[in-house]
């Protein structure tokens, strides 16, 4: 199996620590995001959005994130998705909080502060509004559960954490560090030996 992404890339760190959890073999295929490789052939015959990452698996190809996650624990039969119908749907509800109301705020934070692309000050003041409703939410699901969708580690978890990652390096960690829960968990998830094998990778 090739993985087609930039170990630094957000989306590519969810898929490389879902195969970490999986302790599942996998060639990855660099594709330099600084460079703009994502943008071009021949990535873009993998990915026709030019996004990263993309998938090729003994002739199938497959790309976006989340969809990736999931093939790859149905196909390795994990345990990071509730097999229960309800407890499923739960964790696929905070897979789909974390692309609408979360990932793309957060990254408005991490083009501004770390990558240097400057944006609107208007764009950032709603990113953190909105992030800040989004982790009053989330605070409240982490006082009841150990983990984002329940009492145990899911695809859910690993979708948001490499935002976390990349936020606490930006004023947006002032928006996290309000929420003990948020915190708890975040200390607790960010050990795992999966996510420091990713985020080794910087």
């Known amino acids: 199996m090739q993985i087609f992404g930039d170990s630094r890339s957000t989306n590519t760190r969810k898929v490389l620590t879902t195969l970490a959890e999986l302790d599942a073999p996998y060639e990855l295929v660099h594709v330099d995001f600084a460079l703009g490789m994502h943008k071009q052939e021949p990535h873009l015959s993998r990915q026709p959005f030019g996004q990263?990452?993309?998938?090729?698996?003994?002739?199938?190809?497959?790309?976006?994130?989340?969809?990736?996650c999931r093939y790859l624990n149905d196909r390795a039969a994990g345990q990071l998705m509730p097999r229960e119908l309800r407890a499923r749907a739960v964790a696929d509800q905070w897979m789909s909080i974390e692309s609408a109301n979360f990932s793309t705020h957060a990254m408005k934070f991490v083009y501004h502060h770390l990558l240097r692309v400057a944006q609107d000050p208007a764009a950032l003041e709603h990113a953190g509004a909105t992030l800040d409703k989004t982790l009053r939410i989330l605070a409240a699901q982490l006082s009841r559960h150990s983990f984002v969708a329940g009492q145990t580690f899911t695809l859910a978890d690993i979708c948001f954490m490499p935002y976390f990652w990349y936020m606490m390096l930006t004023p947006a960690n002032d928006l996290i560090t309000?929420?003990?829960?948020?915190?708890?968990?975040?200390?607790?998830?960010?050990?795992?030996?999966?996510?420091?094998?990713?985020?080794?990778?910087?």
Do not use: C, I, N
Request: aromatic fraction near 12%; charged fraction near 25%.
């Open 178 to 202: 309000r929420h003990a829960s948020v915190l708890a968990w975040w200390d607790k998830v960010r050990k795992r030996p999966s996510w420091q094998s990713v985020a080794a990778h910087t």
């Open 52 to 68: 990263m990452p993309a998938l090729e698996d003994d002739g199938f190809v497959l790309y976006e994130s989340h969809a990736m």
